[in-house]
């Protein structure tokens, strides 16, 4: 099966510098890459998506990157914002199923 | 409101009970994914059906099964339940056709095992 490795396990910053989020996978099948933020006690959400034809896509202050020859994609959030704060997940998969990252715990400071 | 209806949002229960937890999924989705959450853990993935037939399987134990109905609702069963069975159980449905693959999740089903 997928494995999805996601790296720093926490992260903090300072308000209004970059965040990036690093994750790898094993399975070259997969195919789809979603981000995921979940606030505390709160469920996931979807932020951003990227299929495996694009290398590169991009929303206001978030992107992602996807290197499908390294199996790794990253996520990327400029200008932070104290209220960007949260556990951000990756996930790689396909159709039928995704596996998550183990999380990234991002706290931005005022 | 996403849309997927979980029920019940809290869940307390004692040691080598069962519990049946619920999800409705978005209107128009036919694909209902269970997730299991547990404090600080990361999402790991359990089941996955689309259209009443079982899809995909993760890390389910068989103490747990799970079904998903004509109406398209599903139910995540755990059965001689242990402590280490407390945890947020999410789940999501997608539409699971065309060029959307996104998930959405429900607000979870916290279970606490005493």
């Known amino acids: 099966g997928e494995n999805v490795e996601q790296h720093p396990s926490t992260l903090s910053v300072q308000e209004g510098d970059s965040a990036v989020i690093k994750c790898t996978y094993s399975?070259?099948?997969?195919?789809?890459f979603p981000w995921y933020k979940q606030e505390l006690g709160k469920r996931p959400q979807l932020i951003i998506d990227?299929?495996?034809?694009?290398g590169e896509k991009k929303d206001q202050r978030i992107a992602v990157t996807l290197n499908k020859t390294a199996k790794h994609f990253s996520l990327h959030i400029t200008e932070t914002q104290p209220e960007d704060s949260a556990v951000y997940f990756c996930a790689a998969g396909d159709f039928n199923k995704f596996y998550f990252g183990s999380g990234t715990k991002l706290n931005v400071k005022p | 409101d996403s849309g997927v209806t979980q029920t019940p949002k809290h869940l307390i229960t004692a040691t080598g009970q069962r519990v049946t937890l619920r999800c409705s999924p978005r209107?128009?989705?036919?694909?209902v994914y269970w997730y299991q959450q547990s404090l600080d853990q990361g999402l790991q993935f359990l089941i996955q059906?689309?259209?009443?037939?079982?899809?995909a399987k993760g890390n389910i134990l068989e103490r747990f099964s799970a079904q998903q109905f004509p109406d398209l609702h599903s139910e995540l069963n755990l059965s001689s339940l242990e402590l280490g069975d407390s945890a947020l159980y999410f789940c999501?449905?997608?539409?699971?056709?065309?060029?959307?693959?996104?998930?959405?999740f429900g607000s979870g089903t916290r279970l606490t095992v005493v």
């Open positions: 999501a449905s997608s539409v699971a056709k065309g060029s959307n693959y996104g998930y959405t």
């Open positions: 209107s128009g989705d036919l694909s």
């Open positions: 059906y689309y259209n009443g037939e079982e899809r």
């Open positions: 399975d070259s099948a997969s195919n789809y």
């Open positions: 990227i299929r495996s034809n694009v």
